[in-house]
């Protein structure tokens, strides 16, 4: 791997050596094609950017801008005026509510739930936990579609389709497998003194959990809440079978509706481009703040896995 | 919220979310309770209680839902009239496929096809050819689009993560700068993503103004990338790569960070160049975390949804299976159609899985399950 050789103390003539003149080459090669994938990574995003401050008629041009003249930030203002035009309702506020709404009903769901189950898969023995656990790995092998149709035929039943209900407390039955799989992972690297102390204290399972897990739990938790709050507000499939009034709509199906009633005969992609920045900034912020997280939840399961 | 319609909206689901919340809490008691009382251990009761939530989940869900599913596969339901028994038909319909073979080059393919059968496949050689024909074309035009997909896009993602991975892994200045950028695209809303890459795409987009000279010297039309055949795998399998590689490599390099250093130079010491390292090291080694990227990444290939609900094709090109199930359910309301057709893709998931698996032992390397027979 290593092809930079170590510094020799027996080197006293400081002379590039064949060795070190490859090493240079092998950075310069390396490093280049780093660039080149960050920019085939930033072109397209730069180029949402760009679009979503442009008026309609820089649109199609003959050249490509990067650099938007005049830049009209008013895009983002306007797209909800068009959108308003058509449905007084569909808000920015709203829209925003609602997207945060389901998002964080959803995420806290699955936390807690997820934390509950993996605790029982981690810390207790008992007869059929191996295999209840493995059936719980296999489900997530099983297509979203195949249990769509009754899913919806459930919340027909249950006169809740257009509610929020489909989408939000569900998660307290641990919907994410995956977040049930990490946080066992977490669960079974803490020593388990610290609990068993606490049991002889004469502590019970609730207050050991809360008490002592869960702030040891910590990390895997905020891991867990980032990927979970960007999954759910980035949900689509689910908004799109249960919900059908443009009012109660989150972002992504807006984004749907303004694509389909408004730039359905001649494309306005300036402000669909900037309906696309709105969703993806809260997104982007979190990632950059807690990019830690991110890296961490995703590479447990990979590790480990 | 000063919006009246939204708080309308949002209190029921509230008040029905806290229920929930204690009812699960509730069942868990019981569950204990109910153990305890026949003389279970503490410790096993409190571990059945505590993965509860994810037991009712699974049954109503998962257990009940893919039941349902099988149920409604084999009859004819529209929402609006109970759901009618008509055993294997909509299997029948579905797989009913017509191979014929054509006189002549140029000949219409509804010419040698029955009724009600469409093109799917047309091969023409040398005077004839041969038509693939089938009756829910939908269907099958989506497994000519999602099948060579998944076959092209999976392997092609996995080379460029473990290229990038490679990359990254050279010591480079500014890692977590490199990582965060790279993982990028796997944060940003799929939905958002689908629209940029129809915009791109788009026949007066950047991707065509750049090209233009290309085309003008290779003497091509301006490509129409989602309604012609021949450019809409290009297409679907550049926007795919794009939003998972730089993921993908993030996970492998966490997986060549955990290589460790010994192992480089106990081969070096037997006198492994770069290329034997590679082979007889990194990829053992890394062999479990290219498992499970290929693994999900071929769930995902075969399951691509965003993409397909806001890229609309021609009937040529077809769509991917998963928005074809969506439309036959819920747009034209063929709700036991549908849930065959959802049936045939499970099947083709679990048995894609399955072949992964099998062929796991020839190449995944588990460190600890080879010391333990050591």
């Known amino acids: 791997m290593a092809t930079t050789t170590a510094p020799t103390t027996d080197r006293v003539f400081v002379e590039t050596t064949p060795a070190e003149r490859t ?60 959108l308003n035009s058509i449905k007084p309702g569909m808000t920015f506020t709203r829209i925003i509510g609602n997207t945060l709404f389901i998002t964080v009903l959803a995420m806290f769901g699955e936390i807690f739930s997820a934390s509950l189950v993996a605790y029982g898969f981690a810390r207790f023995r008992w007869r059929g936990r191996n295999l209840v656990f493995a059936i719980m790995l296999a489900t997530i092998m099983i297509p979203g579609i195949v249990t769509r149709v009754p899913g919806f035929l459930i919340w027909k039943e249950l006169g809740l389709l257009d509610t929020y209900d489909p989408l939000t407390w569900p998660s307290l ?48 938790l905020l891991a867990i809440a980032v990927l979970s709050f960007q999954g759910n507000w980035n949900n689509f499939q689910g908004p799109l079978l249960y919900l059908s009034t443009p009012e109660k709509f989150p972002l992504a199906l807006a984004m749907r509706f303004f694509d389909q009633s408004l730039s359905k005969e001649a494309p306005q992609w300036h402000y669909m481009m900037a309906l696309a920045t709105m969703m993806a900034a809260p997104v982007l912020l979190l990632y950059f703040l807690a990019q830690k997280q991110f890296i961490e939840g995703i590479n447990i399961g990979a590790v480990k896995g | 919220m000063t919006d009246p319609g939204a708080l309308q909206s949002y209190w029921p689901t509230l008040v029905r979310y806290v229920l929930v919340a204690i009812g699960v809490g509730l069942i868990m008691f019981v569950v204990y309770r109910v153990q305890i009382a026949f003389g279970v251990k503490r410790e096993a009761a409190t571990g059945r209680a505590l993965v509860m939530p994810w037991v009712i989940g699974f049954l109503i869900f998962n257990v009940f839902a893919i039941g349902a599913s099988l149920y409604l596969s084999f009859t004819e339901y529209n929402l609006f009239k109970a759901p009618e028994w008509v055993g294997t038909q909509n299997y029948q319909e579905l797989f009913s496929l017509h191979l014929a073979s054509l006189d002549s080059r140029g000949q219409r393919s509804s010419d040698v096809l029955p009724r009600r059968y469409e093109e799917i496949i047309r091969v023409e050689v040398g005077d004839g050819g041969l038509v693939l024909g089938a009756k829910e074309d939908g269907f099958w035009r989506a497994m000519r689009l999602n099948l060579p997909y998944a076959l092209l896009n999976v392997p092609l993602g996995l080379l460029g993560a473990l290229g990038v991975a490679l990359l990254l892994n050279q010591k480079v200045r500014g890692l977590s700068f490199w990582r965060v950028l790279f993982y990028l695209p796997a944060v940003l809303p799929a939905v958002a993503m689908a629209l940029l890459w129809r915009w791109m795409f788009s026949q007066t987009g950047i991707i065509n103004t ?97 993409v397909a609900a806001f890229i609309p094709t021609s009937e040529a090109v077809g769509t991917f299976l998963n928005w074809q199930i969506y439309q036959e359910a819920f747009n034209f309301r063929n709700m036991g159609m549908a849930s065959a057709m959802a049936w045939v893709m499970l099947l083709i998931i679990l048995a894609l899985t399955a072949l992964i698996f099998r062929s796991s032992s020839a190449w995944v390397f588990y460190q600890g399950a080879r010391e333990e027979a050591a």
């Not at chain 1, 760009?50 to 009209?72: A, C, G, H, M, Y």
């Not at chain 1, 895009?75 to 005026?81: C, D, L, Q």
């Not at chain 2, 055949?229 to 490599?249: D, E, Q």
């Not at chain 2, 290219?290 to 071929?298: A, E, K, P």
């Open chain 1, 173 to 220: 039955f641990a919907w994410g497998p995956l977040y049930v799989f990490l946080m066992r992972q977490f669960f079974l690297s803490i020593p388990r003194d610290i609990e068993e102390a606490a049991i002889m204290d004469g502590a019970n399972v609730a207050q050991v959990y809360w008490y002592i897990m869960l702030p040891l739990i910590r990390p895997i």
């Open chain 1, 23 to 82: 090493g240079t080459l092998h950075r310069i090669i390396v490093y280049a094609l780093l660039v080149l994938c960050a920019a085939l990574v930033l072109i397209p995003f730069l180029w949402m950017l760009s679009t979503s401050l442009k008026t309609q008629d820089q649109l199609f041009t003959r050249e490509i801008n990067f650099i938007p003249n005049p830049i009209v930030p008013e895009n983002y203002i306007r797209v909800w005026e068009r």
């Open chain 2, 210 to 306: 750049l090209f233009a000279p290309l085309y003008q010297v290779m003497n091509i039309e301006t490509p129409r990338w989602f309604t012609d055949p021949s450019y809409a795998m290009t297409a679907f399998i550049i926007i795919g790569l794009w939003g998972v590689f730089g993921a993908n490599s993030v996970i492998l390099l966490a997986g060549l960070k955990g290589i460790p250093q010994e192992l480089y130079e106990a081969a070096a010491i037997d006198g492994a160049g770069a290329w034997a390292k590679f082979r007889h090291v990194t990829i053992p080694m890394l062999s479990p975390s290219l498992f499970y990227n290929l693994v999900t990444s071929t769930i995902a290939a075969l399951q691509i949804f965003e």
